[in-house]
């Protein structure tokens, strides 16, 4: 049973280009939740999804950030427009039950860099 | 407004000595804490977890202690391992209306020393 696979594991992109972070979670979950590690700082919760629904997008910045997960294939990530302060690692987390609060399984995450 | 906080950036203990990583929380709607351990590079992996009608939980050399009066718990490793050097998150969950939410610390890096 395969983990929570994040690809790319490392990207870089310039200054207002567009980066897509892929997410598949574990076998049989279908809540996926993103998080992100900016430099010397904790995981801040982005968005929690379910499959085709949004459940809680509070922690994504207005602009620029979107998420999906749609009823096929993975979930992505898709920053328009990158700015340097996009730089960090991403990290997806899935989990059977609903709610992040029972144990998730992380991926490796991305790391973003914009240069 | 940091709700979980982890007040110890970097804890160093030698070799088969205690760790204890603390963390304080300010929510009082928290009902389920957990902590995870990340190595560099790879994403935080799931290390043992507590309930709020419980004040301790253990599992091999690894146990939690929840004091909710105090609003603190901690996580004690014994004997500590080299191994075990790793960033330590704490987490703490509660209900929030149609979903739970999970909100972190910043995290206390570990270095067990030889």
């Known amino acids: 049973n395969a983990g929570v696979m994040q690809n790319p594991r490392h990207l870089v992109r310039r200054r207002g280009q567009e980066a897509r972070l892929r997410c598949s979670p574990m076998?049989?979950?279908?809540?996926v939740y993103w998080y992100r590690q900016l430099p010397e700082e904790g995981l801040k919760f982005m968005v929690y999804?379910?499959?085709?629904?949004?459940?809680?997008e509070s922690g994504m910045p207005k602009e620029r950030f979107s998420a999906e997960f749609p009823k096929e294939g993975p979930s992505i990530l898709r920053i328009q427009q990158v700015v340097r302060g996009d730089s960090a690692a991403y990290f997806c987390?899935?989990?059977?039950?609903?709610?992040?609060?029972?144990?998730?399984?992380f991926g490796q995450g991305t790391r973003l860099t914009v240069v | 407004d940091q709700q979980v906080k982890q007040n110890s950036p970097s804890l160093s203990v030698q070799e088969g000595r205690i760790s204890i990583l603390n963390c304080d929380y300010t929510?009082?709607?928290?009902?389920?804490f957990l902590w995870y351990k990340k190595y560099p590079a790879e994403g935080p992996t799931f290390l043992i977890s507590?309930?709020?009608i419980k004040d301790k939980n253990e599992d091999g050399r690894f146990t939690v202690f929840l004091n909710k009066s105090a609003k603190h718990l901690s996580l004690h490793i014994v004997p500590s391992q080299p191994g075990d050097s790793a960033v330590y998150f704490c987490?703490?969950?509660?209900?929030?209306?149609?979903?739970?939410?999970?909100?972190w610390g910043l995290g206390t890096s570990l270095a067990v020393n030889p």
């Open positions: 987390a899935s989990s059977q039950a609903a709610g992040g609060g029972t144990e998730a399984f």
């Open positions: 076998k049989g979950h279908s809540h």
């Open positions: 999804l379910q499959k085709e629904n949004i459940i809680d």
């Open positions: 929510n009082s709607m928290f009902d389920y």
């Open positions: 507590i309930s709020s």
């Open positions: 987490a703490a969950s509660y209900n929030a209306g149609n979903n739970r939410k999970l909100i």
